[in-house]
């Protein structure tokens, strides 16, 4: 028994730790909107730069790692090559709602995301579709309305709201679609391809937008791309060697918290009685839904 007690020990040290890194992650997720007004391009632009810088740091991080990122097939590359597509609409989308409403409302309707998935995941995989999880979906949709100022384009938020909407259904998308290869290859594999496909795919953005890069810009970029994307995504994957998904999934609940608390401390966007009613059933539901896939 007395020897059991330091491996436990070191059991819980490491535990802890892993927590912290998810948490750590989470954060950086979150925050990563606030580049939307930081940096002043074109939301594909900005993606466009988001995913090039990322993809070299995973490059050169694998290559440290000496991490095998060989593919095993030409079906699995061009899998990876459409999932980042729809990882190049999803970001560019995100960024978009946050640039044409605000940061609350560009991270709160992406937490929606779970709504697609619940009715999205029966109609790809077979499975059955519980009334609960409708029940929830639709909670979560009238969150949505609670936030929504006028049902009319031409009020800001509301655009923000729909793009925000867009991007939510992209990534539950793409988290479906990675499901096939979640077994066969790391995530930050997974990831390096996705993003370098979304690089590649958004280049034609460049000659559209012809974007002029200030020293701020590529500093902000090359921040954005390392710290707040490749060693996000990084902490995100270490921390899953001893964290459940549920809880995993709790704690990334949090990131729409992150990024209105700080939207309002640096960007001074405090969230309205609105953003605040509509977010708290959002979140409510979120944990919920997590909670019960946990038990």
């Given at each position: 028994?007395?020897?059991?007690?330091?491996?436990?020990?070191?059991?819980?040290?490491?535990?802890?730790?892993?927590?912290?890194?998810?948490?750590?992650a989470v954060m950086l997720f979150g925050m990563s909107a606030l580049f939307s007004r930081l940096i002043h391009q074109s939301a594909p632009v900005l993606t466009w730069g988001r995913v090039t810088v990322s993809s070299v740091f995973l490059f050169c991080l694998h290559r440290v790692k000496r991490t095998d990122d060989r593919v095993k097939s030409?079906?699995?590359?061009?899998?990876?090559?459409?999932?980042?597509?729809?990882?190049?609409?999803?970001?560019?989308?995100?960024?978009?709602?946050a640039q044409v409403s605000t940061v609350a409302v560009a991270t709160l309707t992406f937490s929606t995301f779970p709504v697609f998935v619940t009715f999205l995941e029966p109609w790809l995989f077979g499975l059955r579709l519980r009334a609960s999880d409708v029940a929830a979906a639709f909670v979560m949709m009238?969150?949505?309305a609670l936030i929504i100022p006028d049902f009319s384009l031409d009020n800001s938020m509301t655009r923000g709201i729909?793009?925000?909407?867009?991007?939510?259904?992209?990534?539950?998308?793409?988290s479906l679609a990675n499901r096939r290869f979640a077994g066969l290859y790391p995530a930050t594999v997974i990831s390096f391809y996705e993003q370098g496909a979304a690089a590649v795919l958004l280049l034609p953005s460049l000659f559209l937008f012809r974007p002029l890069f200030s020293l701020s810009d590529l500093l902000l970029l090359l921040l954005l791309g390392t710290v707040f994307t490749g060693i996000a995504h990084s902490l995100f994957t270490s921390g899953m060697k001893t964290v459940r998904a549920?809880?995993?999934?709790?704690?990334?609940?949090l990131e729409s918290v992150y990024g209105i608390l700080f939207a309002g401390l640096l960007l001074g966007e405090i969230p309205g009685i609105r953003e605040i009613a509509g977010g708290a059933v959002i979140l409510l539901v979120v944990f919920y839904s997590t909670k019960k896939a946990a038990s």
């Open positions: 028994m007395a020897a059991l007690e330091p491996r436990c020990r070191e059991k819980q040290k490491e535990h802890r730790k892993d927590l912290i890194s998810i948490h750590m030409k079906k699995h590359l061009l899998g990876l090559f459409a999932v980042g597509g729809i990882l190049a609409g999803h970001w560019s989308a995100f960024f978009f709602s009238f969150g949505v729909l793009w925000g909407m867009l991007g939510s259904f992209l990534y539950a998308l793409m549920q809880t995993a999934g709790m704690i990334s609940g």
